[in-house]
């Protein structure tokens, strides 16, 4: 089969993720498009483990690990130092997860993208606090089980809506991914590095422990988010938005949330609130 | 050539003299002058370096971690609740063993809000491994901070170079600002060993067992003893290029005194002045200014003091619980041997004004008093 994913390889398979793990999917993936010319920064979450203890590293490039609030400011001041030491070309990227982003981490990430700092900032949002064993975070979806939302309703709250709070910085660029497609994915990582100014990807990344999946659905599941119209795959652009993955007949949300059994719990009337809600997007979109 | 700076002016203008290559700020009252002197030297291109005006100190210090790991020279400055939002940043960039430089302007930790100048702060960040230097006039706030990025570079720990808040921070003095080459002379270039750079793919901070954790501290802890000795031959050196000599400590008329007052900061000047009084009264005062605290030059201090000494020490500060807190470091750094009494006076409070009458109180109190029953813990005040 044909792709289009360079076939470099950046990331080792002797890393620490659990098996099915979105988050090492999606940064293999996201290497691929970032290229050799990359550094990272990254806080507290999944990631600062499954790199692996020092001095080994499943990482084929450096990685600087900042506290939990400071992804983004980290990588501001990394971008400033290479600036001054005279190396303009080397890309920067921020990689953290959902509590580091949409909660402990949100002033930080709001005072970059206000500066426009020329940084790449991705959050695998693998929607709670995993790496500490679940527990809801700002990102987590209602009617999601959590250790800290435990009980039959799950998390009592809607997501946070981030990509309007990011959206609202007027990014150089944003966009979506999730590693089910990997050739679209592949693509943002190697567009958002041509890119000058604060640039920022959504990553939605399946975990089969917090989730409560199969490991070997990783893919489905990241798949049927899309399919259901759950997860917009989209890009934006110069303040345009683009759907990259226009869904003509999607697939009833069920399939989506009955793979998962942090959904356990929920009832027919929240799954039919759960549809309504995506019709009702989908349907703005239309207009 | 001699300028007249207030002390904030000074620190920003010596960054600029250091070549600093990253600097980074947020505003607080009464460090903001600084911040504002930086942002109008780098839009009038006086200042080449990057300019970073972060959105929280919590931030300012996280690109301090990441412009240093990356291998910049930074500077920041900060002052109070500023210092204390920083908090988890200090550890974690002197952990990094990074020779960031800041400046803190000493300011009362709230609540009760208070602006006024007092030791909380900066003393409060004691165990994260930071150097901390305390300056008495805005002359030795600017030679500090040259001296820091070369100690800092050369034991590879970050430094804090710290003024009192409106006593330095805002009154003018006539300060000898040097030749840019003069200072390039005294301090070169920073080369970092190890950088973060792609061609040369490791990880900064990762994850450490308890064995590689407890050596990496052990190695910071030896490095912290070596400064001892840096900062005292880094002090000769810039004495040698400027004229004006620095060490950890800064004795004034103690070489026939039995009663010293032992103070930091700028009540180091008060404190002269109080000890020319009391000279002049026929007393054998002298005055003991405590140059570093961290490392705490406990090695100097045992070999300054004389069997039967007295030490009044005047502390800006206090730990609930525990009492003045340079009362306590010079009691544990003299234990056991000394044969000298160390007796503790809280002062200053919140900005409390010490005065030279105060301090003449406070010597005499603690001349006269039982040295085999040291004062504890005196809190006096200003009688105005």
């Known amino acids: 089969m044909k792709t289009s994913i360079p076939v470099e390889e950046r990331m080792s398979a002797g890393h620490l993720a659990c098996q099915g793990c979105g988050a090492t999917m999606s940064m293999r993936y996201a290497l691929k498009g970032l290229g050799e010319k990359t550094v990272f920064v990254i806080p507290a979450c999944c990631w600062t483990v499954l790199a692996g203890p020092a001095p080994k590293s499943a990482l084929d490039l450096p990685v600087l690990h900042s506290p939990f609030a400071s992804a983004a400011a980290t990588a501001t001041g990394v971008k400033a130092g290479l600036t001054a030491r005279g190396d303009r070309e080397t890309t920067v990227v921020a990689w953290a997860g959902d509590g580091g982003t949409f909660d402990i981490g949100l002033q930080a990430l709001s005072g970059a993208a206000d500066r426009n700092e020329d940084i790449i900032y991705v959050c695998y949002d693998n929607e709670a606090y995993m790496n500490t064993g679940v527990q809801r975070s700002g990102g987590t979806p209602e009617g999601a089980w959590t250790m800290s939302t435990p009980g039959k309703a799950g998390s009592a709250r809607p997501k946070k809506d981030l990509d309007a709070i990011v959206l609202a910085h007027h990014p150089a660029y944003f966009a979506t991914a999730t590693p089910a497609y990997a050739e679209d994915m592949t693509r943002k990582f190697a567009k958002a590095r041509t890119i000058k100014g604060f640039r920022f990807l959504r990553i939605l990344s399946p975990c089969p422990p917090g989730w409560k999946t199969d490991p070997k659905d990783s893919a489905k599941v990241s798949r049927l988010a899309v399919q259901t119209g759950l997860f917009r795959l989209y890009e934006v652009e110069n303040g345009r938005m683009r759907l990259n993955m226009p869904v003509a007949n999607r697939k009833p949300v069920g399939e989506y949330l009955r793979l998962q059994g942090r959904f356990k719990g929920l009832s027919a009337e929240a799954e039919a609130a759960i549809q309504a809600s995506v019709d009702k997007i989908w349907n703005e979109g239309k207009s | ?384």
């Open chain 2, 1 to 384: 050539m001699k300028k007249v700076l207030m002390g904030n002016h000074a620190a920003a203008l010596a960054a600029k003299l250091a070549r600093v290559q990253v600097a980074v700020g947020y505003p607080i009252t009464p460090q903001t002058q600084a911040y504002e002197m930086l942002a109008e030297m780098k839009a009038k291109g006086e200042f080449p370096g990057e300019f970073i005006a972060a959105e929280s100190e919590h931030s300012v210090m996280a690109a301090i971690l990441g412009a240093a790991t990356a291998g910049a020279r930074t500077f920041t400055a900060t002052s109070s609740q500023g210092l204390a939002y920083m908090h988890e940043l200090l550890h974690w960039v002197a952990g990094s063993r990074l020779p960031a430089v800041m400046v803190d302007v000493n300011r009362a930790l709230a609540a009760p809000w208070n602006l006024w100048t007092d030791q909380s702060d900066s003393l409060s960040q004691r165990d994260t491994g930071w150097m901390q230097f305390y300056c008495s006039t805005n002359q030795e706030v600017l030679d500090t901070v040259l001296m820091s990025y070369k100690i800092a570079e050369r034991v590879m720990l970050p430094a804090m170079v710290v003024l009192d808040g409106f006593t330095l921070s805002h009154s003018y003095e006539p300060v000898d600002v040097p030749e840019q080459s003069e200072v390039d002379a005294f301090l070169p270039p920073y080369k970092p060993e190890v950088v973060l750079d792609y061609k040369n793919p490791v990880g900064f901070g990762a994850l450490v067992g308890p064995k590689e954790y407890l050596r990496l501290r052990r190695r910071m802890a030896a490095d912290m003893a070596e400064a001892e000795s840096v900062i005292e031959e880094v002090g000769r050196e810039f004495g040698a290029a400027f004229g004006r000599r620095y060490g950890q400590l800064d004795a004034y008329r103690c070489a026939d005194a039995r009663t010293i007052l032992v103070t930091s900061g700028a009540v180091g000047s008060t404190a002269r002045a109080a000890v020319d009084a009391l000279r002049e009264q026929g007393l054998k005062a002298g005055n003991l200014r405590m140059r570093s605290f961290r490392p705490f030059p406990a090695k100097a201090l045992r070999e300054f003091v004389r069997p039967g000494m007295r030490l009044a020490v005047v502390d800006r500060n206090y730990s609930p619980g525990a009492g003045g807190i340079w009362a306590q470091e010079i009691k544990a750094a003299l234990y056991p041997r000394s044969r000298a009494s160390v007796h503790g006076y809280v002062a200053g409070l919140g900005g409390g004004d010490i005065t030279v009458e105060l301090l003449q109180e406070v010597w005499k109190r603690v001349d006269s008093a039982n040295a085999s029953v040291p004062v504890a813990e005196t809190w006096v005040e200003d009688a105005r």
